[in-house]
């Protein structure tokens, strides 16, 4: 039986200030979930964004309150076993909110993985991989410390696939600052670009020409998440890969996008999906429409990574790895073990669940009062 469900704001310092078309951020705000069951086991769940309502509709406050306020009450005294109808009911009786039914769904998946005494992926169809490519993001907002960063990560061997955060700028000032970038690390590694919405179609267009031109590999989101049309005439006139991040709320966007053939990639997020089967869906539309998947990030910590992790494990092709490295921007941990980052891939957790331990010591002394 579902004892209590309890949420937890965890304001953690990032390790250097990470910019955004849509965000500055210097701290990142975890949403945790924790769901204890009167069997003994405990699930965690995790329902991080990113800038507040900056980026998208749900802010951590709101989270905590509407899981506070009316998703745990309607699943208290609910079996906790039974994942399946406790999401059928949260699905039924709350509208939107696919940030905080990802985080119960993650507590409620990890709980019963824990007393089946399996790894969360084993739950949803099985892994096929072990381990992740990671992609880091540089977002410090200034080329030469970019180029340096990529550097360290290279010789570190904790990444080789690079996304640029632009938009911000001037279309041809950003494009000058990628190519810089992409003429340093050469073919060493992948450089991408996540726009964020931030351009018109026409921006789009120049922007676009310039940056397959200079050997960038992929364009995340450069047009307004609503604007599909603009984002499939893009996808028909260039090469190079368009992939849709903010388009994509869930599987009824995945197949809308596959539909108006808007996308080459999809970012595949557990918490913009409503939760991981949602996700799962997603993926599935996705193989069916040829599309490519990518792992993507709000930028969460050990539990929604580990959470993200465990789906794309999953993942029969996974042709556009992931950025999974939500923890390594935050300059504290709230697992005891902090996930394993080795040879420019995350290793997916092995132990019972999520496979991952919440040191809750250090929790209570970060939580906001
Ligand atoms: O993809 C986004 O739009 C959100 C996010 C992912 C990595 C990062 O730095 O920001
Ligand atoms: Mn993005």
């Not at 951020?25 to 769901?35: A, E, F, G, S």
């Not at 020409?209 to 450069?222: F, K, S, V």
């Amino acid at each position: 039986m579902i004892q209590n469900i309890e949420t937890f704001l965890v304001d953690v310092p990032t390790i250097r200030p990470h910019k955004l078309s849509v965000a500055t951020m210097n701290t990142q705000t975890l949403v945790l979930v924790r769901l204890r069951c009167a069997d003994g086991i405990t699930g965690w769940g995790e329902a991080t964004t990113i800038g507040g309502l900056s980026y998208g509709g749900e802010s951590p406050e709101s989270i905590k309150t509407n899981i506070d306020t009316y998703i745990a009450p309607l699943l208290v005294g609910m079996e906790a076993s039974e994942v399946a109808k406790a999401m059928a009911r949260v699905r039924k009786v709350i509208q939107g909110n696919r940030f905080a039914k990802c985080a119960i769904e993650t507590a409620l998946l990890d709980a019963q993985a824990r007393r089946l005494g399996v790894p969360l992926s084993e739950l949803l169809g099985g892994r096929v991989r072990d381990a992740l490519p990671v992609a880091w993001v540089l977002a410090s907002g200034d080329t030469v410390r970019d180029i340096a960063e990529g550097e360290k990560m290279l010789e570190l061997r904790r990444h080789r696939i690079f996304k640029l955060k632009i938009g911000l700028r001037d279309v041809m000032d950003d494009v000058a600052h990628v190519l810089e970038i992409k003429r340093a690390l050469g073919e060493r590694a992948s450089v991408r670009v996540d726009v964020n919405q931030a351009w018109s179609e026409t921006d789009a267009v120049r922007g676009i020409a310039a940056l397959e031109a200079g050997g960038i590999d992929l364009i995340e989101q450069p047009v307004k998440a609503g604007n599909r049309a603009a984002l499939a005439r893009l996808k028909q006139r260039f090469d190079v890969a368009i992939m849709a991040d903010e388009a994509l709320h869930g599987p009824a966007d995945a197949l809308a996008l596959a539909q108006a053939d808007a996308a080459d990639v999809y970012a595949v997020k557990i918490t913009q999906s409503g939760g991981l089967l949602p996700a799962l869906e997603v993926a599935t539309v996705a193989r069916l429409a040829g599309v490519g998947l990518y792992g993507g990030t709000m930028l969460e910590g050990g539990v929604g990574t580990a959470a993200t992790a465990h789906v794309c494990s999953t993942f029969a092709e996974l042709a556009w790895g992931t950025e999974l490295f939500g923890p390594l921007l935050l300059t504290q941990e709230v697992l005891r073990e902090p996930l394993v980052y080795r040879d420019f891939m995350l290793q997916v957790p092995t132990g019972p669940g999520l496979g991952v331990e919440i040191d809750t010591d250090k929790l209570r002394a970060m939580q906001r009062q």
